[in-house]
């Protein structure tokens, strides 16, 4: 069965940084196009960024320029860089690989000012 772990969520001030892994089997990871989305309290899941198996990312506006996606095949990891979070960046973000297919359990990022 597919699964997607993420982990590295957890409580940070505003400014500061958190990096959020998701650890992918059951999938050939290499081929797969993966993404970040989040979901706060009372809104809608959002995309957050996006990478192709050929290494293309894209991004939230509201996020370009302080988050980075990235890609580990040998590890078939897929990673978050959060830098300068701001509070309105808390929520639950969760791991999708290929276009929505799959989808892990989200992990909590809380981000106070």
């Known amino acids: 069965q597919v699964q997607l772990v993420e982990s590295g969520g957890g409580l940070v001030q ?15 990871f290499s081929i797969s196009a993966m993404g970040w989305y989040r979901q706060a309290p009372g ?7 996006t990478i192709t198996n050929g290494g293309s ?7 370009k320029g302080r988050f980075t996606i990235s890609r580990d095949n040998g590890k078939n990891t897929v990673y978050l860089q959060m830098n300068t979070v701001k509070p309105e960046d808390t929520a639950v973000y969760y791991c999708s690989a290929r276009m929505g ?8 990022v809380t981000v106070s000012s």
């Open 101 to 108: 297919a799959y989808w892990g359990q989200g992990t909590q």
């Open 43 to 49: 809104k809608q899941r959002e995309l957050v960024a």
């Open 14 to 28: 505003a400014g500061g940084s958190l990096r959020l892994s998701c650890a992918a089997s059951g999938i050939i």
């Open 57 to 63: 990312t894209n991004y939230a506006d509201s996020v």
